[in-house]
């Protein structure tokens, strides 16, 4: 072997090696940023501040950020909350709790929601919990209403000659299910489910506004509103975004003049084999829900 060989592969080994050291420097310069970044954004969180929290996309019975409102409730930096909706709406439980949770927090705490590009039915339960709603002129809000959807692939099973035989302790057990048509005291059934769960949605709208009864029948059609259009009949206060929200909050207390916004958020790992993971759990609750996996459920959602 040459010595130029020789050299020639020590010189290789030696570059490799430097970039394998150089990488895991790379790697922990890397955790160093963003473990100082974490441990910036935990010291704002201990001054005084007013809070930003997000509501984003199809509503569920979402505990975490029903922990998230509670910690906001309980934190003695947080001087106020505002609360960033954009959700076409949910499920109707998951809609009233985190309408509870953040109720809850209204009664300790300023709180003020800004309205999106979408918050509608569930979305929209959702802001009347805050103390004042601004909304941006051309958002989409209303479709104040319930539903309740079943599948049902009877017909088809006729034809393809398949037949399911049940055995139910009542009539109206299980009375909306893939397999079987529904029978006409079974719908009237669960049209008094929804009709019970309208009423309660109608209620706090009504409470929470302090609508006319003119104004409140206009919204009850279920149909949607732009953000001017519901500024006019009540369901919202002004039209406008965050920088009118900070306004409706430094007006009314004046030693809010000074505090910072802080993003509060659950915190969640962004690696990409997560984000998988998150994928298939709303590929498998939009599976539940078309299937009637879960059985029937309310829901409060603009379609």
């Given at each position: ?186 719908i009237e059934k ?42 006019k009949i009540g ?69």
């Amino acid at each position: 072997m040459s010595i130029e060989f020789e050299l020639f592969d020590q010189a290789k080994r030696r570059a490799r090696r430097r970039g394998f050291f150089g990488g895991v420097i790379l790697v922990l310069v890397l955790l160093a940023v963003l473990l100082f970044a974490n441990i910036i954004s935990d010291l704002k969180r201990g001054d005084p501040h007013i809070a930003r929290v997000k509501v984003a996309g199809q509503i569920d019975d979402d505990k975490e950020l029903q922990n998230l409102l509670s910690d906001l409730k309980l934190n003695e930096s947080v001087k106020a909350v505002i609360v960033h909706i954009n959700s076409p709406g949910g499920s109707v439980v998951g809609a009233e709790s985190i309408y509870v949770s953040l109720s809850k927090l209204s009664e300790i705490k300023p709180s003020v929601a800004v309205l999106g590009e979408t918050a509608a039915s569930g979305g929209y339960l959702i802001a009347l919990a805050t103390d004042f709603i601004v909304s941006r002129g051309n958002t989409l809000t209303g479709s104040v209403g319930v539903i309740v959807q079943y599948p049902n692939f009877s017909e088809l099973l006729e034809k393809l000659g398949v037949s399911v035989n049940t055995l139910k302790s009542a009539d109206l057990k299980a009375s909306l299910n893939v397999f079987e048509k529904p029978t006409e005291k079974a719908i009237e059934k669960h049209k008094e489910l929804v009709n019970e769960t309208f009423i309660w949605f109608k209620n706090l709208v009504a409470t929470e506004r302090n609508l006319s009864k003119e104004n409140l029948n206009k919204i009850l059609t279920g149909e949607l509103f732009t953000g001017r259009m519901a500024l006019k009949i009540g369901m919202l206060d002004k039209i406008g975004g965050e920088e009118e929200a900070v306004q409706y909050l430094t007006n009314k207390y004046v030693e809010f003049g000074n505090l910072p916004i802080v993003d509060w958020s659950i915190k969640k790992d962004n690696n990409s084999i997560w984000n998988f993971f998150d994928f298939v759990q709303d590929v498998s609750y939009m599976k539940a829900r078309f299937l009637g996996d879960q059985g029937p459920r309310l829901y409060s959602i603009l379609l």
